[in-house]
């Protein structure tokens, strides 16, 4: 499968939020407005960007059976992955501390939630469970956080205009999310019938 | 700064399972819910709702891992460096993970297949994080124990009402793939089955294919803190 293929899927087809439910926690904790939906979302595409392509190292290169070690170190795995992410994640708040302050006030606190936002370390499994190779990982990676970024900045869009309609007050803010997220998931799920591969030709 | 107190004063001697420990496991299944109320911990477990018998086995595996890893870290809680405490907090997540995937894989490995990822999103699931964070670095081990538990038992409750509503009206069954399976609803009459497809518009009840997507999982746990928080207002969102 090639890289573009890969990148629609991961966007649109099998977003990560609207079909798998990964990430729901901040999605809904921070879909208050679209300023700070649109700062994490930029954060999560970052990170999974980066961890996607290295974890891809770590399970295909090091712990695999044909790796450099030559030993099945499988079991080692989540560990591995979990601690890549948060070491990844203090390292991207560090660099982007150093080389602009600006980009980092408006990212700064929502980067530590990043270590547990499940689409991230649920894209890492999901790669491995689907065997990609180095390039598609990167494509994943890619493609994962945009659609990550697109469902957070709609909801966030909804949630705003959603203030001013008269709606019923138990079922008001998290309760309304949770029918609008599945809503939207419906909405996603018309675009399955796009075929990447058909798309090129 | 709880220590000093802790040493000062003497405690009188408290029963193993009081009425704290009561309110500990009490209070998840309604007042202050992993799910509807807390918002945590929705993001691993909602895709595995479509069937009872999955959704089963992860809330015991969050049970497990949720009690367990509150325990062992209260019992280190005063030596974990601040700066590292996150690091710290998500080895002992992964390890009791580990332990979990493999125990699975070994005994139960069509669950194990059907589950996938979602068994090692356990370590990302923010329940068993944040009641490390809010409860277990504070507290003494036997509470912070009763308090995981009782945690992974209110959001097990939820994801086992999600699943009987999704199993029973999507797939119209029960159970399906344990031992106690069941066919509820959707099935045809004897003198059908010869002629026509299980579950098609000659039985009483036709599967609704809704239910089996990821979309009504959504819909349900709305409906849920819907009726929840009409029964409770105080729980109310007022912004």
Redesign the interface.
């Known amino acids: 499968m090639d890289f573009f293929n890969i990148f629609i899927k991961a966007a649109f087809i099998e977003n990560l939020v609207l079909a798998y439910f990964l990430g729901m926690c901040s999605y809904l904790a921070v879909s208050k407005t679209v300023k700070t939906a649109f700062g994490l979302g930029l954060a999560v595409i970052f990170v999974l960007a980066i961890t996607m392509p290295i974890n891809w190292i770590i399970s295909n290169k090091i712990l695999s059976e044909n790796g450099i070690l030559g030993i099945d170190l499988t079991f080692l795995r989540f560990i591995l992955f979990i601690a890549v992410i948060a070491s990844m994640v203090q390292l991207v708040e560090m660099i982007i501390e150093k080389v602009s302050p600006s980009l980092y006030n408006s990212l700064g606190i929502f980067l530590p939630l990043i270590t547990v936002n499940c689409a991230i370390l649920g894209g890492s499994l999901f790669m491995v469970a689907r065997d990609y190779n180095f390039s598609d990982s990167v494509a994943f990676g890619l493609g994962g956080g945009f659609g990550w970024f697109l469902a957070i900045i709609a909801i966030a869009a909804i949630r705003e205009k959603i203030r001013y309609s008269d709606v019923p007050p138990a079922l008001r803010g998290l309760g309304m999310a949770f029918i609008l997220t599945g809503l939207m998931g419906i909405a996603f799920m018309s675009l399955m019938g796009i075929d990447p591969a058909a798309l090129g030709k | 700064m709880a220590e000093t107190l802790e040493k000062n004063v003497v405690e009188p001697k408290e029963p193993l399972f009081g009425k704290v420990e009561k309110k500990l496991l009490k209070d998840p299944l309604n007042d202050n819910n992993p799910i509807?109320v807390q918002?945590?911990?929705?993001?691993?477990?909602?895709?595995v709702t479509s069937m009872v018998y999955p959704s089963f086995v992860m809330a015991v595996a969050v049970v497990f891992v949720c009690g367990f890893s509150s325990l062992l870290t209260s019992l280190v809680r005063n030596k974990i460096p601040p700066q590292v405490r996150?690091?710290v907090q998500?080895?002992i997540i992964?390890?009791l993970?580990?332990i979990v995937?493999?125990t699975l894989k070994r005994f139960q490995y069509p669950i194990y297949r059907q589950l996938?990822?979602y068994i090692?999103?356990i370590?990302?699931?923010?329940i068993v994080?944040g009641r490390l964070e809010a409860f277990a670095m504070a507290n003494k081990p036997w509470r912070s124990f009763v308090d995981g538990i009782g945690n992974g038992l209110g959001y097990g409750a939820i994801l086992l009402i999600v699943a009987v509503i999704r199993e029973i009206f999507g797939k119209g069954s029960l159970f399906a793939g344990s031992p106690l399976e069941m066919k509820l609803i959707g099935t045809t009459p004897d003198y059908f089955i010869n002629t026509m497809a299980e579950g098609s518009w000659f039985g009483w009840y036709a599967n609704n294919n809704l239910m089996v997507?990821?979309?009504?999982?959504?819909?349900i746990?709305?409906?849920l803190?819907?009726?929840q928080?009409?029964y409770n207002?105080k729980l109310?969102?007022i912004?």
């Open positions: 509807t918002v945590l911990g929705v993001c691993s477990a909602l895709a996150m690091i998500l080895v992964a390890t993970v580990t995937e493999l996938t990822v090692g999103l370590i990302t699931n923010c994080m997507l990821p979309a009504a999982a959504m819909f746990i709305g409906v803190i819907w009726i928080r009409s207002p109310v969102d912004s």
